[in-house]
């Protein structure tokens, strides 16, 4: 439902991406149904619960290095959100209408191509399996980033 309300007050005109300046008043209302849809759903819920904690992981090696990348947690969920968001808001803009022509068979002038509109609504199952993917890719690239650190730490202790 907040998703088909969103879809009805997004604007008509301008940049339909989620960082983009026409959006910051939206960003809360999806990031509420990004939210909603996690916490609906027990297997999405719990695999967000696991990049939850690889993000911590990730922000523990980064503290760690000593470094003062204390904000890397907030701009991986930052780019996380965006990445499901401009999801949405693609799917908004491909199936807002979409036309169908038919052709008469006669050659009157009541046989001319008619255009019906009609609305799609991007489903709640393909934006879930959306943010699934979202968040195994990028527990993998948390993965991915802590093992190099780690060969990092132990080729240095070798040399």
């Known amino acids: 439902?907040?998703?088909k309300n969103l879809y009805k007050v997004l604007p008509k005109t301008g940049r339909l991406q989620y960082n983009s300046i026409n959006m910051k008043e939206y960003q809360p209302i999806i990031k509420s149904i990004i939210d909603d849809l996690i916490n609906s759903d027990e297997k999405l819920s719990q695999q967000f619960h696991q990049y939850m904690k690889k993000l911590d992981m990730l922000q523990e090696v980064m503290e760690e290095q000593g470094g003062d990348i204390s904000s890397i947690k907030?701009?991986?969920?930052?780019?996380?959100y965006e990445r499901v968001g401009n999801y949405i808001l693609q799917n908004y803009k491909k199936s807002e209408y979409t036309y169908n022509q038919t052709d008469g068979k006669k050659v009157s002038s009541s046989s001319k191509k008619r255009n019906y509109r009609t609305r799609k609504y991007l489903s709640?199952?393909?934006?879930?399996?959306?943010?699934?993917?979202?968040?195994?890719?990028?527990?993998?690239?948390?993965d991915k980033a802590i093992e190099e650190y780690n060969k990092r730490m132990e080729n240095q202790l070798l040399v």
């Open 74 to 80: 907030e701009a991986e969920l930052n780019k996380f």
């Open 124 to 142: 709640e199952i393909r934006i879930k399996s959306y943010i699934l993917e979202v968040a195994s890719e990028q527990q993998r690239e948390i």
């Open 1 to 3: 439902m907040k998703l």
